[in-house]
């Protein structure tokens, strides 16, 4: 039997989070994302050299900082240019949650323009977080209409 190039119950695209403090980072993920631990790989000094989590029908992978070999964590570096998309069944609860475990709010939650409640977070370690809960299916003459008043708001500066 062929080997499948993308593996069974693998996304295309994963994300692969170097954290300053792994082990701290899964706690967080599992309690405030909600996220299933996979699978943990600990190296023998201690750090987590691999570890994988289940969000859905996604997956995260992240390891602890490993200078020696240039990977760092957005604190190391200085921050992120990088902001991962999560929907959630409950916005404002997964955003109380994260607060409370010492994420710093980016943008408070709030109903947009194209039907998700949403709002922005930076984790203890670093990591961007825009959570988001769909409440409204807009057909598209109205998101059109929307988008446009959006943009204007923001050109004159509101």
Known sequence: MAVKPIPEGRPRVTPYLC???????IDF???????????RMPAPDGRI?????????????????????????PKTVGGTPITL???????????AKALARGATEVSAVKDEFYGDRTG???DPFGHRWNIATHVEDIPAAEMEKRAEEALESVQDGG
């Open 29 to 39: 993920y599992v309690f405030v994302l909600g996220a299933t631990e996979r699978m």
């Open 19 to 25: 954290v300053d403090g792994a082990a701290a980072a």
């Open 49 to 73: 050299g691999h570890a994988e989590l289940e969000l859905g029908n996604s997956a995260i992978m992240l390891a602890d900082e490993y200078p020696e070999i240039g990977f760092r964590s």
């Open 85 to 95: 998309h999560v929907y959630v069944d409950d916005v404002d609860d997964v955003f």
């Open 120 to 122: 922005q977070f930076e």
